[in-house]
């Protein structure tokens, strides 16, 4: 289109729309990316986490195996120490008393006594009737 003078006219400088939009929709991706990138980090973050609780809790399994079968290896070589001690004494023992070094007696109060020299004072008391 020509002016009065016969000049055509400069073109404005516009910016088209579509590149507008796609720095919005490049800001909106970027976002996007973003948060998919921290929530896949979590995730993997999670996932080792959860391994290591796993580890760990097989290491307690085992563990947890192993004291009870010290525990119950403990608790037969009682028994049968009990047993003999009962054989070797008449109906009128009772009871047997087991300081925590294993040592047998049969009056509560002399059990009690060593148990004091020893770290752990705990007096265990095994009946006639448990063996």
């Known amino acids: ?5 016969g000049k055509v006219p400069a073109r404005k400088k516009v910016e088209p729309k579509f590149k507008t939009a796609t720095k919005e929709v490049e800001k909106k991706v970027d976002a996007k990316v973003e948060t998919t990138t921290k929530e896949v980090g979590e995730k993997v973050e999670t996932k080792k986490i959860e391994k290591l609780i796993e580890e760990v809790q097989k290491k307690v399994d085992a563990k947890d195996k192993t004291v009870t079968k010290e525990l119950e290896k403990k608790v037969d070589a009682m028994h049968i120490r009990a047993k003999e001690v009962f054989k070797s004494h008449n109906d009128s023992v009772k009871e047997i008393y087991f300081t925590s070094d294993g040592t047998a007696f049969i009056q509560n109060q002399h059990a009690r006594m060593h148990g004091e020299s ?3 004072t705990e007096v265990k008391t095994v009946k006639r009737t448990e063996v």
């Open 118 to 120: 020893l770290k752990d």
């Open 1 to 5: 289109m020509a002016t009065k003078k």
